[in-house]
């Protein structure tokens, strides 16, 4: 399987880099189901700065209406449940779950459910953060490991992937990798400005699932 870790110039902060990737991989003028909306940061950008459509879904009542303003469509609901993925159902060029995976018990069950909605020729864009990065190879050595507030250890996620992990799971829900984008860090970069250095090992891809904080993934179903 072909992986491409493409890395992107302009990209100041890692939340940013992932954001930038998602949102090359989506487009301009797409038909886009949003998983895990919250308060419709991303949403705005889709509709506002790439003309899409964007129905919605989140769990937060609070969250949602905030979000609202951005949706042509939005659904208040579990994201696991059944009622609300067929109220989700639809026919898409998009489907995002940007950091939304790793919060499901059965992502792969998801995944599989919403293929249907998927138009002719259209993917997914997912995010998720890379357990095996660096960082928490680091605290494992130490005997540790420690769930956080934030981050790839953040103490809400039910899931946990890797490369192969993740790549595994797609596959299971009836998808192919259709591209793979790692977004990396290496160690003391901002301290030491080793930013520049994180930029020139991911353009040469090296060792991805060991300084990929981040994987951002679009995913296409199975002929």
Not at 102 to 118: F, I, K, Q, T
Not at 146 to 173: N, P, Y
């Amino acid at each position: 399987m072909q992986y491409d870790f493409a890395i992107s110039d302009a990209a100041i902060t890692d939340r940013n880099h992932t954001l930038a990737l998602q949102f090359e991989m989506i487009g301009h003028d797409k038909d886009v189901l949003e998983l895990g909306c919250a308060t419709g940061r991303v949403t705005r950008h889709l509709a506002e700065r790439l003309a899409c459509r964007v129905t919605g879904v989140e769990f937060d009542p609070q969250a949602a209406e905030l979000a609202r303003p951005f949706c042509e469509r939005l659904i208040v609901g579990d994201l696991e449940a059944d009622a609300t993925l067929c109220e989700a159902a639809g026919a898409y060029d998009v489907i995002l779950a940007g950091d939304v995976l790793e919060h499901l018990r059965e992502p792969a069950r998801v995944m599989a459910a919403l293929r249907s909605s998927l138009k002719p020729g259209g993917t997914w864009v997912i995010s998720v953060p890379n357990v095996a990065h660096w960082s928490v190879r680091k605290e494992l050595l130490r005997g540790r490991f420690d769930f956080t507030d934030t981050g790839v250890m953040d103490r809400t996620h039910l899931r946990w992937f890797t490369v192969k992990t993740l790549s595994e799971m797609i596959e299971e829900a009836g998808y192919t990798v259709k591209r793979l984008n790692a977004v990396y860090t290496v160690p003391l970069q901002d301290q030491l400005h080793l930013r520049g250095l994180a930029r020139w090992l991911q353009r040469r891809r090296i060792a991805p699932g060991f300084f990929g904080i981040q994987l951002v993934i679009q995913a296409r179903p199975k002929p």
